[in-house]
């Protein structure tokens, strides 16, 4: 059996950075506080043997309240199913904040396993003055102390061979942890000696640690753990609890006795500067967390990042889109008119093509996002919006997963873990998925682009579509402050949680992990292209184009064969056969499977001012949001003339027409589908991530109900209101 | 008895006694709020809350309504 | 029934079935990385697990 070594740490540590260049494996890191929110596991070769590494989330102390701190209890008690028992543990500590960091290493002591102690930012704690004798804190932790600097891979050799004699059986020195008083150790005793006498009912060895946490955290995780498996242990606790603090709290004699024992330690082998180094990172807080420069400077951010999005990754989306086109106009002319192409020329190279177009734009806007990520701009973040979200019943803690939500609304799902109360993590989850995601960008960008004029605004400075594009993004955020206010005022009422957030050392964002997280993105996002917008695009043009009838295609015909017969001229001839051929090609998708039921669900979405095309390409994109690019693509092109096919998808929606023949598309179309996708659930993963995480069908359910009725009313709305204003006259 | 909230941007304080009870309570003195530590509020968010406090050598931010629980001397 | 026919059969049979795949495990909680996020849960990599 392989070695487990766990890896353990306060957030912001450099924990995750740290695993990467032990392992090789590649995974992603961030810079807020709770970012390692999956356990990851990597192998490393040591002394010739295989060990396996497990990545905690980074927590701050063993006294579980949270689900990623009961995580991290459970596999270093070797509780946690699929988790091998731990044979080490390597801790990673900041040498620029040691007092702190070294209140989880002096729990860790508790356990009893083989401790490693890796020393990280020692650059930082260089520059700063700050003057480590690792000999001595070796000496007075009794685990060994290796100095690193994850970034830049220094020291990892050495970590190695600590980890290597660590595992292989190398005399770890004895050295006492923190001192209790008396009467807490004699009833950590009593307690142990209880639980694992023959007749309770847990049925295995109950560790020290995990005694000493039952006694000491009144209402936390393992007491609640150990007395659903137990009754009776719950009765006795509070005698017990009374008895070990003499009246006084638990938690503060814990605290008082460990930070006594850091104090002694960083004493004897730690040497400050006596005044407070003012740091770059103190300069950047002052002007970042400004009150006024601060909302300000959040404001500019975005702002250019919308701006982005459109100026530089414009001229490489036509590029892609003219690739298209010439792939599609050369497929058409290869293959024999028939099923076939119509398949691969309006269904694939129409829908998926149509989708590819905007991997340029994806990748610009994770880029940003990656950024900000990492350079420890999100804490901050969660700083300045605190008081809002503390009037909606939620702390500033849940703008974290909302401000991830703006790549991908599952990573913001699995980022509310260090949420400790399940009715404040419940209600972040639920309006999380409103954030305008990295899926919602193609959607808003083809109708921007296409109905939106591009003209300056404020004295040029700014461009149109890029506002617009700002103001969608803002549709999210705007709904979801009065959203989480009801959820927490209705079926999740509770108290406002406590904020209680550590605001990290800015760092330069690392190019390796910013350019790693963009090109998984980009990857993600074409392979999703390739298998599942693929799939569902095929079958939508199945739908669309069976049964085919032969009697229209005969009726069709018997018509062009009137048009030949008419002695026109030629170009006559020509013109009136074209308009035929879209007439024979509209009356087969109306009549087609998908037509039928679009006609049947067309009352439902005509007061958004949407036809059955919309409204079908809308229920088919239920898979993932992105998918209604692709649906419409097939849809449109399948109804008009095949040779317009390279054309792009743009210039088709311009040109379509009601029924009456008058323009789909307006402005307020435009703007209600944008709308209606800002805001809707439509997105089969993100709603098995919910019911993963809440462990329940009923969240997901709820979710997708108040999404999509509370599109389908701003939908109505703004298409009902902008007519009004008289933005659909066509100019 | 003064409490942190009561500080301004600039001012110290050196904890005294630590009010209430349960998980606010325990993460506040996990996080390094304990008696005899040193404290220095660096500013206050935007809307005059939450605050952001040097202690034990980095910056936590915290809320009044939890600021008014750290006691000073 | 063309060859046409055929092949245009077997590509929608294909994707209909994939599709129908992927619900599936979507009802039973497993994202299968078709979400496009750059923290796919199906994709850590858990060890396996042994008798205890």
């Known amino acids: 059996m392989p070695t487990t070594i766990a890896v353990i740490g306060n957030p912001n540590v450099g924990k995750t950075t740290l695993f990467n260049a032990l392992t090789g494996l590649s995974q992603v890191t961030g810079n807020y506080p709770g970012v390692t929110v999956e356990r990851k596991v ?37 509780q946690q199913a699929g988790e091998d028992p731990i044979d080490a543990v390597l801790a990673v500590v900041d040498a620029t904040n040691l007092d702190r960091n070294l209140y989880l290493v002096s729990q860790l002591k508790e356990l009893g396993k083989p401790l490693v102690v890796a020393l990280n930012m020692c650059d930082l704690a260089d520059k700063r003055q700050i003057k480590i004798d690792t000999d001595v804190l070796s000496r007075e932790l009794g685990a060994p102390v290796v100095r690193i600097c994850a970034n830049k891979r220094i020291g990892i050799d050495a970590l190695n061979a600590a980890l290597a004699a660590a595992t292989h059986g190398a005399p770890t020195v004895h050295v006492n942890g923190p001192e209790f008083p008396e009467a807490l150790t004699r009833e950590v005793d009593a307690l142990e000696a209880r639980l694992n006498h023959g007749d309770h009912g847990l049925g295995r060895h109950v560790q020290r640690l995990e005694v000493f946490r039952l006694l000491v955290d009144r209402g936390g995780y393992v007491e609640a753990r150990l007395s659903q498996a137990d009754k009776d242990i719950a009765g006795s606790l509070d005698e017990s609890r009374a008895r070990a603090g003499a009246g006084a709290s638990l938690a503060a004699i814990e605290a008082r006795s460990r930070y006594a024992w850091i104090r002694q330690i960083v004493a004897a082998g730690v040497r400050k500067p006596t005044t ?120 500033g803690q849940s703008f974290i997963p909302m401000l991830s939500s703006f790549a991908c609304a599952i990573p913001g799902v699995m980022a509310t873990r260090p949420i400790g109360n399940r009715r404040d ?91 790693r997280k963009v090109l998984r993105q980009g990857k993600e ?24 009838s032969d009697e229209i295609t005969a009726m069709f015909e018997a018509e062009r064969a009137k048009v030949a017969a008419s002695g026109m001229s030629e170009e006559e001839q020509s013109i009136a056969i074209s308009e035929i051929d879209a007439e024979e090609s509209g009356a087969h998708l109306r009549n087609s499977y998908f037509g039928r039921m679009g006609l049947a669900i067309e009352p439902l979405v005509r007061p958004l001012g949407w036809d059955w095309r919309i409204g079908m390409a809308t229920i088919a994109s239920f898979p993932a949001r992105e998918v209604v690019i692709a649906t419409l693509g097939t849809i449109f092109y399948l109804g008009s003339d095949v040779d317009e096919t390279s054309d792009s998808l743009k210039t088709v929606l311009h040109e379509s027409t009601r029924a009456d023949g008058s323009k789909l598309f307006n402005i307020p179309v435009a703007l209600s589908i944008m709308v209606f996708f800002a805001l809707c659930c439509q997105c089969g993963a993100t709603l098995a991530v919910i019911r993963r995480e809440t462990q329940s069908n009923a969240w997901p359910v709820f979710a997708f109900g108040y999404m999509t009725a509370l599109a389908y009313v701003a939908a109505l709305f703004t298409y009902q209101f902008t007519t009004w204003l008289g933005w659909g006259v066509v100019t | 008895m003064p409490t942190l909230n009561q500080l301004k941007p600039g001012q110290t304080g050196i904890v005294s006694a630590l009010r209430g009870d349960g998980a606010i309570h325990q993460r506040l003195q996990e996080m390094g709020i304990i008696e005899g530590a040193s404290l220095e509020v660096i500013r206050m968010a935007p809307l005059g809350d939450p605050m952001e406090i040097l202690v034990q050598g980095y910056h936590l931010s915290l809320r009044k309504s939890e600021a008014a629980l750290v006691e000073l001397a | 029934m063309s060859v046409e026919g055929v092949i245009v059969g077997l590509i929608v ?27 796919c849960p199906s994709k850590t990599v858990t060890p396996k697990t042994k008798g205890t």
């Not at chain 1, 590494?53 to 070797?78: F, K, Q």
């Not at chain 1, 990042?305 to 001229?315: K, N």
């Open chain 1, 525 to 548: 996002f074409i392979v999703r292209a390739g298998t599942i917008i693929f799939a569902v695009i095929v079958v939508v043009w199945a739908l669309s184009y069976f049964p085919h």
């Open chain 3, 13 to 39: 049979g294909a994707c209909a079935l994939y599709l129908g795949r992927h619900a599936y495990r979507m009802l039973m909680g497993k994202p299968g990385g078709a979400c496009g996020c750059s923290d």
């Open chain 1, 276 to 395: 407070r180094v003012t740091t770059v990172s103190d300069k950047l807080d002052a002007v970042i967390t400004h009150p006024l420069l601060g909302t300000f400077i959040f404001a500019l951010i975005m702002t250019i990042v919308f701006q982005a999005i459109f100026s530089w990754a414009g001229p490489l989306m036509d590029l892609v889109d003219a690739a298209f086109g010439a792939i599609g106009e050369s497929v058409s002319a290869m293959l024999p008119e028939g099923m076939l192409q119509s398949l691969v020329v309006d269904g694939i190279i129409a829908g998926v093509g149509n989708v590819i177009i905007f991997l340029p734009q994806i990748m610009v806007l994770m880029f940003f996002i990656a950024i900000l990520e990492d350079c420890g701009y999100m804490a901050r973040a969660a700083f300045l919006m605190d008081k809002l979200l503390s009037r909606c019943g939620l702390s």
């Open chain 1, 42 to 78: 990597g192998t490393l070769r040591i002394n010739g043997t295989t060990a396996h590494l497990v990545d905690l989330p980074g927590t701050y102390s063993l006294a579980a309240r949270s689900p990623d701190e009961m995580i991290v209890v459970d596999v270093l008690l070797s």
């Open chain 1, 425 to 515: 993590r419940i209600t972040t989850i639920l309006v999380a998925p409103l954030m305008s995601c990295s899926a919602r960008l193609p959607v808003y960008t083809l109708m921007i682009t296409a109905f939106i004029p591009d003209t300056k605004v404020i004295g040029g400075w700014l461009n149109l579509q890029g506002l617009v594009l700002t103001g969608m993004y803002s549709v999210g955020i705007a709904v979801a402050i009065p959203v989480a206010w009801t959820l927490k005022r209705t079926i999740l009422k509770g108290e406002t949680p406590p904020f209680l957030l550590e605001l990290p050392t800015y760092k330069l964002p690392q190019w390796g992990t910013v350019l």
